[in-house]
């Protein structure tokens, strides 16, 4: 019987705390009970001379097989070409590209190490499913390696256009060697056409369907699959009693409302941008006063990074500034958890706020979004502001849409979320819920693995283009 293998750099270990970021939750989810391997780094950093080896753990149906980066790799693969490249690149922030060869090299030797992992661990009938900017290469070295195998990829973040793709000097390197995939997975319809658009221009490939091409004799299907999350579960842990101690006081102060935000610090979730909107709503209406206040989840994310670490002292500077000016007696309008949260309590803290407030200025997806709405109270739901620029926008249309770079826009969808009837509240989150349901986390995976699992092998790829070869010399005969 095949199995399925998973590479993604960053993985849920099985003893860890809670991680943040949508792809661990969500291939953690995706993943439990289904008797498959998790491959990736274990977050660890080893010395340079230090060789890493892999090590395996079991849980909940999952075979851990992970191994530790050594401080060189970690500095030019994962910080370096991954997080200094293709993440600003497919985020639209071409102004902090730094591209650097010795680091794309080491990118390339790690995308090299895990797939000797994979020819390791894999049977010819196991599907392989690798996940994320990491790993833009892996399927290249796995061919090279000899493996015959269905390989997918899954884009878990924006896929740039052409015009950004044609700024990082090794981009048909990159889109040749994405195009060993057999099914290259994307967020939204819109990184379906950026990705077909630039497949088609840099490799000069064939479209021959809508959501397939067909290069150097094989045949690549592109094509969207809008991950989800398990809003039924959700919706249990959420009704769960608070948990003690709760990161923030609930307690019911009569007429004040909740808004909620839930980031890694990074400059893709625009924060600051949602709280100099926030700031100029508390300065410009001043009977809000005491009714409001806007709890922050932050996580510090990439912290070895410089423009990581500059946002991050940005963003603490701008709350501390706002809780200066505005709060007065018991009030601070401003409150933020730096730590990670336990996820049951994540889900409980969304249900006890009336606002999420989204303000992504690029996002694959945006999970928090999806997890908001399904932790709602259905009798008494909360509003969801979200950005224009979140991949989730595609889908939850009856959220408040807005654009987070236009100010007075933000403020004016803040107001309407604070003052909007629970009839209208009602109203959206029954769509919004019956939109998370039909299309979830489960649909996301088994549509994904189903179309690999229908693609030809390579085997049959190359008969059937011999077949085809025989039929056009007949033809000219
Ligand atoms: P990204 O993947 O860019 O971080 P998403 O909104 O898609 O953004 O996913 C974030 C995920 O990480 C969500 O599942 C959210 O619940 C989780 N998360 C974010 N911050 C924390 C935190 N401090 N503790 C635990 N989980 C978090
Ligand atoms: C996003 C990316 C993931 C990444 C996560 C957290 O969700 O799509 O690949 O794991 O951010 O970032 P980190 O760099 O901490 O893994």
Not at 437 to 445: A, C, E, K, M, Q
Request: aromatic share 10%.
């Amino acid at each position: 019987m095949s199995k399925l293998i998973v590479l993604s750099n960053r993985i849920s270990m099985p003893s860890g705390k809670a991680s943040a970021g949508g792809l661990a939750v969500a291939v953690q989810d995706a993943l439990n009970d289904s008797n498959g391997i998790w491959l990736g780094w274990n977050g660890q950093q080893i010395t340079d001379s230090e060789a890493p080896e892999f090590e395996q753990a079991y849980s909940q149906g999952i075979d851990y097989i992970t191994c530790p980066l050594t401080h060189q790799q970690y500095a030019q693969y994962y910080c370096g070409f991954a997080n200094k490249v293709l993440w600003p690149a497919m985020h639209a922030r071409e102004d902090l590209i730094e591209y650097d060869a010795q680091e794309y090299s080491t990118y390339q030797k790690v995308n090299r190490l895990f797939a000797e992992k994979l020819k390791q661990l894999a049977q010819p009938e196991d599907l392989i499913w690798v996940h994320d900017y990491h790993f833009f290469s892996v399927a290249r070295y796995c061919r090279e390696l000899g493996m015959q195998n269905k390989i997918g990829f899954f884009l878990h973040i924006p896929f740039a256009s052409l015009n950004i793709w044609r700024k990082i000097p090794v981009a048909r390197e990159l889109i040749q060697d994405l195009s060993q995939y057999d099914v290259i997975g994307l967020q939204t319809q819109i990184d379906q056409n950026a990705c077909m658009q630039t497949c088609l221009s840099l490799l000069e490939a064939q479209k021959i369907h809508r959501d397939s091409i067909s290069y150097k004799k094989r045949q690549i299907l592109i094509k969207s699959y809008p991950i989800g999350v398990q809003p039924e579960i959700i919706q249990k842990q959420a009704q769960k009693d608070a948990p003690s101690p709760c990161v923030f006081n609930f307690e019911d102060i009569p007429r004040q409302k909740t808004i909620i935000g839930v980031d890694r610090i990074d400059y893709s979730k625009g924060l600051l941008e949602r709280f100099n909107a926030f700031a100029t709503f508390l300065e410009t209406n001043p009977e809000y006063h005491g009714l409001v206040r806007h709890l922050q989840v932050a996580t510090p994310s990439r912290t070895d990074i410089a423009a990581y670490q500059r946002l991050y002292q940005r963003f603490k500077t701008k709350l501390e500034l706002i809780n200066e000016e505005f709060a007065h007696e018991d009030w601070r309008p401003v409150d933020c958890c730096y730590d990670p949260v336990q996820h049951n309590h994540l889900m409980h803290i969304y249900r006890h706020s009336d606002i999420c407030w989204i303000s992504s200025l690029r996002d694959g997806m945006n999970l928090v979004a999806k997890e908001y709405i399904a932790a709602q109270n259905p009798e008494n739901p909360g509003v969801l502001i979200l950005s224009k620029y979140a991949g989730a926008a595609e889908q939850m249309t009856q959220a408040l849409i807005v654009d987070p770079q236009d100010r007075a826009a933000m403020i004016d969808t803040l107001k309407m979320a604070l003052e909007m009837s629970k009839a209208e509240r009602i109203n959206r989150y029954q769509q919004l819920i019956e939109g998370l349901s039909t299309s979830d986390l489960t649909h996301w995976r088994n549509d994904f693995l189903d179309d690999l699992e229908k693609t030809p092998t390579l085997l049959m790829k190359s008969q059937r283009l011999l077949q085809d070869n025989y039929q056009s010399i007949y033809q000219v005969l």
